[in-house]
């Protein structure tokens, strides 16, 4: 273990989702952390959307580990919306990881193992390096051809300036490769990791930008740069624990990243690796920047998973927990007991909790407008007020649901505006929550195992109470 693998596999843990939660682009506050009315994509709910700006804030301050946040609210009230909201807030180099707790039940590893994997993908470790690079426009690659073909390797020179000065370099048969490969030619700015021999190409000098009739929509034109040829360059890699484990633990190393196929990683090779990020701290080397995890549905964890988020929390290197739940009073999964939120009364004196509150018609109207947007839906203003109604006799999801139903439903007609017959042909067509219940109520005795009420064990909690 005396030099961790790393690599920069930022691009892997960030990909954009779109979704029922694409229109949030953010906590729609202002500077002073007052939420603005409609702001990137956000409606009402204003008070939720303060708090989690504070907390955003403490983040981004980046020195206090281990808090946690309950976001609670019936469902449909944008518990998850405004989570999302916390995550497009952060920079690219805080990290987000967001899971729904049923995700940690799998056959592969254990809960724990599953859970400790999400912390650790929440905590990202900032490492810097300093390297010396070659930096400048090509003025002239020369390749020597050996006089027998093969019989010797390949030796050649490079000619690369700056706006300042030029240097002749000899090339070895490693290096020819390199600059084939990425089809260094005259012209182009490229700058050459000294230690590795790494080349990157930059662009094309803006010098060159007339010399070419056949040059691609993709050239990138830069300026050539000033100084010295040679520079030291401060590198900096951010990567998270998580795949600093993975790639360390296995022989497959990060690709198991892309399948998703890490497995249980052994806690030496975690010891291992904190000693070594610790060793790298004291150092200067590198800096922990704890993110944020992100359980939604937390009442489906255990009571073991609770007693491990409780110590887990203890970690100095421990991220932000934000976890969500729709419960009320409900039994603690694991045990007998009932407790608020299914959550242990030790685990929830260590939230901070936030409230969301049922949305007004007026925020419904604005979120179902955004929404309409979003989904490149052009709808005339008398269906939209008819769309609002629905979502307030029913629910924000159902109405939001019926946007690209009803959409559809317009191209069938040959429609270009979404009009009400529309929207009342797929309410017909899709039934809610409560018309799906009174038709159950209707025809239970024709349904197999039907039992007149329905207990309170349902798992996403959108089930009406019978009478
Ligand atoms: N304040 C808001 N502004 C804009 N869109 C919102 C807002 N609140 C909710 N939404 C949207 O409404 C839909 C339902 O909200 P969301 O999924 O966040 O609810 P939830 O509270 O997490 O529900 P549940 O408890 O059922 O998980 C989502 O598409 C979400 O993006």
């Known amino acids: ?123 990202a470790v900032r490492i810097k390096e300093e390297t010396e690079v070659i930096e400048g426009e090509v003025v002239e690659i020369q390749i020597d051809r050996p006089a027998v073909a093969g019989a010797a390797l390949k030796t050649g020179k490079l000619t690369m300036k700056t706006t300042e000065m030029e240097g002749v370099y000899d090339l070895g048969a490693k290096m020819i490769e390199s600059l084939g490969k990425e089809k260094v030619q005259s012209g182009d700015v490229i700058a050459i990791d000294k230690p590795s021999g790494k080349v990157t190409k930059l662009g094309r000098s803006f010098s060159r930008s007339r010399d070419y009739d056949a040059i691609g929509p993709q050239v990138r034109f830069v300026q050539c740069p000033g100084g010295e040829l040679q520079k030291r360059k401060e590198i900096v890699h951010c990567v998270t624990l998580h795949e600093i484990d993975v790639i360390n633990s296995r022989t497959q190393g990060f690709l198991a990243l892309f399948t998703g196929d890490t497995g249980e990683i052994r806690a030496e090779v975690r010891e291992q690796i904190d000693t070594k990020v610790a060793e790298w701290r004291e150092e200067g080397k590198a800096e922990i920047v704890p993110g944020v995890l992100f359980i939604d549905e937390v009442h489906m964890l255990d009571i073991e998973c609770f007693s491990f988020l409780n110590r887990a929390l203890e970690n100095e290197m421990a991220p932000i927990l934000a976890v969500a739940t729709n419960r009320g009073i409900t039994t603690i999964r694991g045990t007998n007991y009932k407790s608020p939120h299914g959550i242990p009364i030790d685990l929830l004196d260590r939230l901070l909790i936030i409230t969301t509150q049922p949305y007004t018609k007026d925020d419904i109207h604005k979120i179902l407008d955004i929404r309409c947007q979003e989904e490149d839906v052009e709808i005339a203003e008398e269906a939209k007020a008819l769309l609002t109604h629905i979502g307030v006799e029913t629910s924000l999801r159902y109405a939001i649901h019926l946007i690209t139903a009803a959409a559809l439903a317009c191209q069938k007609r040959k429609g270009k505006v979404v009009e009400n017959e529309d929207i009342t042909r797929v309410y017909n067509l899709f039934l809610d929550v409560k018309r799906s219940t009174q038709y159950l109520m209707e025809y239970q005795e024709q349904y197999m195992f039907s039992e007149a009420s329905i207990g309170d064990g349902d798992e996403d909690g959108t089930s009406a109470k019978l009478p």
């Open 1 to 123: 273990m005396a030099d961790l693998k790393l690599s920069e596999t930022r691009d892997l843990t960030r990909i954009e989702r779109i979704g029922a939660h694409s229109h949030i682009r953010g906590l729609g506050l202002d500077s002073a952390l007052e939420p603005r009315a409609v702001s990137e994509g956000m409606v009402g709910q204003t008070s939720a959307r303060k708090a989690a700006g504070i907390i955003l804030q403490m983040i981004k301050e980046g020195r206090i580990a281990g808090r946690a946040v309950l976001i609670a609210g019936q469902p449909g009230t944008g518990k998850t919306a405004i989570a999302m909201g916390m995550a497009k807030s952060l920079g690219l180099e805080t990290p987000f990881a967001m899971i729904s707790a049923s995700e940690i039940f799998s056959l592969e590893m254990s809960k724990t193992e599953a859970l400790m994997q999400s912390f650790r993908k929440a905590i």
